[in-house]
C-alpha cells in the first residue's frame, strides 16, 4: 500500500479552477472503478490551501492516477498558476485503522 499527502496555497483566485480540475479527476476516477484508488482533497480552513490524501493498493495504482488526462490538466494548470506555497508531499506508513484497506 502506497499512501500520499500533498498540500499546497493557491492564489485566491485560483480556488475555483482548482476545484473544478480536482472534480474532473474525481469523475474520471467513478468513470474508471479503479478498486486499488482511494482519492481524496479537503480545503483547510483559510479557504486557500488544499490537501490531497490519497491511498493506493500500489505504486501501479498510484501511475493510473497520474496517467489520467484530468489529472495531467490538473497538474499542469496547477504548476502554472503561481502557487502561494508549493506542493509538499509526504509519504505515509499506515499505523492502524478502523477501516480495512488493500
Do not use: C
Not at 21 to 37: D, F, M, Q, R
Amino acid at each position: 500500500m502506497k499512501v500520499v499527502r500533498v498540500q499546497y496555497t493557491v492564489r485566491p483566485g485560483y480556488v475555483a479552477t482548482n476545484q473544478q480540475n480536482i472534480a474532473a479527476i474525481v469523475s474520471e476516477l467513478k468513470t474508471l472503478k479503479h478498486s486499488g484508488i482511494k482519492y481524496t482533497t479537503w480545503l483547510l480552513p483559510d479557504g486557500k490551501t488544499f490537501m490531497h490524501f490519497d491511498q493506493f493498493e500500489s505504486e501501479a495504482a498510484h501511475l493510473v492516477l497520474q496517467s489520467l488526462a484530468a489529472f495531467k490538466k490538473f497538474a499542469a494548470d496547477l504548476e502554472a498558476s503561481q502557487l502561494e506555497v508549493e506542493p509538499r508531499l509526504e509519504l505515509l506508513s499506515l499505523v492502524a485503522s478502523t477501516e480495512d484497506y488493500f
